[in-house]
C-alpha cells in the first residue's frame, strides 16, 4: 500500500517570505514523488517530481522539493512568495513499475499581501 | 495543444437518475485515470486504464459506477441509479507512454445530486 500526509490543512504566509508545504510519503518499493497545484474550480496541475537522482528538484514558478529518504519526506518550498501562489497544493507518490498515483489531502495556501 | 477534455463542466440531477460523464485524453497518451474530489476524502483514484484496458477499478464505490474506455480518444463514467452523496468533482487525467508518472487533468465535471 502507498499513502500520502500532508499534515497541515492552511499555510498561511506574507508575500515576499519563504514558504514550506509539508508532505511525508509511505510505500513500498521506490517512491516516485510528485506535487501538483489546483486553483479554484480548476484541473490540476504539474509542478515538479522526483524520479531518481539529485535530491533537491526544481519544478514551475520558482517552486523546489527535497526529497529526504530517511524521514519520508518531500517538503515543497519556495524562496520568495507570490500572492498568485495561494492555491491549494498536493503532494502524490507512485511506486515505480506501477501506475497507480495516490494523492495527499491537499494544503491550502494562503499567501497574505 | 489540447489538454484533456471533459464533459459536462457542470451537472444536476435527481436522485436515481443516471448520469454519464465524458472524456477524451490527450492524443498519444496510452494511460486513463478517473479520479474523484470532494472535501471530506480529498482526491479519490476511481479507476485507470492502460491501451484502453481496465487496470485497477477497486476505487470505484459500488456497482452503481461504471467505466468504459471503448478506443484510445474517448472515456465515460456512469452512475446509475445517481445519489446525493455521488455528488462530486470527478477528475479525468491522462499520462503518455513513456512517462514516469505526471499527469495531465482535465477541469473536472462538478456534479450536484438532489
Known amino acids: 500500500a502507498q499513502s500520502v500526509a500532508q499534515p497541515e490543512d492552511q499555510v498561511n504566509v506574507a508575500e515576499g517570505n519563504p514558504l514550506t508545504v509539508k508532505c511525508t510519503y509511505s510505500v513500498s518499493g521506490n517512491p516516485y514523488l510528485f506535487w501538483y497545484v489546483q486553483y479554484p474550480n480548476r484541473g490540476l496541475q504539474f509542478l515538479l517530481k522526483?524520479?531518481?537522482?539529485?535530491?533537491l528538484v526544481k519544478g514551475s514558478y520558482g517552486f523546489e522539493a527535497e526529497f529526504n529518504k530517511s524521514q519520508t519526506s518531500f517538503h515543497l518550498k519556495k524562496p520568495s512568495a507570490l500572492v498568485s501562489d495561494s492555491a491549494l497544493y498536493f503532494c502524490?507518490?507512485?511506486?515505480?513499475?506501477?501506475?497507480?498515483?495516490?494523492f495527499g489531502i491537499g494544503t491550502k495556501l494562503q499567501v497574505i499581501p | 495543444d489540447a489538454g484533456v477534455i471533459q464533459s459536462p463542466r457542470h451537472e444536476v440531477t435527481e436522485m436515481g437518475q443516471e448520469v454519464t460523464l465524458r472524456c477524451k485524453p490527450i492524443?498519444?497518451?496510452?494511460?486513463l485515470f478517473w479520479y474523484r474530489q470532494t472535501m471530506m476524502r480529498g482526491l479519490e483514484l476511481l479507476i485507470y486504464f492502460n491501451n484502453n484496458v481496465p487496470i485497477d477499478d477497486s476505487g470505484m464505490p459500488e456497482d452503481r459506477f461504471s467505466a468504459k474506455m471503448p478506443n484510445a480518444s474517448f472515456s465515460t463514467l456512469k452512475i446509475q441509479p445517481s445519489e446525493p452523496r455521488d455528488s462530486a468533482v470527478y477528475f479525468c487525467?491522462?499520462?503518455?507512454?513513456?512517462?514516469?508518472?505526471?499527469?495531465?487533468f482535465g477541469e473536472g465535471s462538478r456534479l450536484t445530486v438532489l
Open positions: 492524443s498519444g497518451h496510452n494511460s
Open positions: 522526483y524520479i531518481t537522482g539529485d535530491n
Open positions: 502524490a507518490v507512485r511506486v515505480g513499475g506501477y501506475q497507480k498515483v495516490t
Open positions: 487525467a491522462s499520462s503518455p507512454r513513456t512517462s514516469t508518472g505526471e499527469l495531465f
